[in-house]
């Protein structure tokens, strides 16, 4: 099974919301979102490196949200769709935001050669959770907890300021948890694939 076979299939399922069908329509005809990388040159910089880090980013969140601990001595839950929502599309910000461009750069034998790498290309420069909440909003509802979760999604990795960040994590746990699985995969998942 690809990844991109994946992802639909897992979208496709879990997720039953009025607009997702045309979101997901988005996704595959009018976006980039299964060919672009997640990255520059940090996590997953490579072709298919977004859908990549979307489908680990979900299963981290499922198994976050699977653990005893987190249930019981922190009572937090959400529903399959929410965890889909929220795991699945968090970077949706980064659809139509790189461009291949080309550098030169020495070879193996020390030759220079014009070589692909990626540039950020920002058509609507609104941020990165938030634009991510903004985009998902224009086809489908977000509950609050999803648009938190994805809106504070970097955690203290971000540049916001770090008592707002831990306010919002505070007080919504979900965010918290979607932000360790985007950690998890980013770190441990996807450090050492490029």
């Keep these: 099974m690809t990844?991109?076979?994946?992802?639909?299939?897992?979208y496709t399922e879990k997720i039953k919301r009025e607009g997702a069908d045309k979101l997901l329509d988005f996704l595959e005809n009018k976006s980039d979102f299964f060919t672009a990388p997640a990255s520059t040159r940090y996590h997953n910089a490579f072709e298919g490196g977004l859908l990549r880090h979307s489908l680990n980013v979900y299963k981290c969140l499922c198994a976050y949200m699977e653990r005893d601990r987190v249930k019981t001595e922190y009572g937090l839950s959400a529903s399959d769709e929410s965890i889909a929502i929220a795991a699945l599309l968090h970077d949706i910000c980064k659809v139509n935001f790189y461009r291949t461009?080309?550098?030169?750069?020495?070879?193996k034998e020390?030759?220079?050669?014009?070589?692909?790498?990626?540039?950020i290309h920002d058509t609507l420069p609104y941020g990165?959770?938030?634009?991510?909440?903004?985009?998902?909003?224009?086809?489908?509802?977000l509950t609050r907890e999803e648009a938190m979760a994805i809106r504070w999604h970097m955690g203290f990795s971000g540049i916001e300021d770090k008592n707002t960040v831990g306010r919002a994590l505070e007080m919504y746990p979900f965010a918290f948890a979607l932000s360790v699985a985007d950690m998890e995969a980013s770190y441990f998942l996807e450090g050492s694939e490029n």
């Excluded at 461009?101 to 070879?107: D, E, F, I």
């Excluded at 020390?110 to 540039?119: A, H, L, M, N, T």
């Excluded at 990165?128 to 509802?141: L, N, P, Q, T, W």
Aim: charged share 30%.
């Design 110 to 119: 020390g030759q220079w050669e014009r070589v692909p790498y990626y540039e």
């Design 128 to 141: 990165h959770g938030e634009k991510s909440v903004y985009m998902i909003s224009g086809f489908m509802r």
């Design 3 to 10: 990844e991109k076979v994946e992802f639909i299939g897992i």
């Design 101 to 107: 461009s080309y550098r030169n750069a020495k070879n």
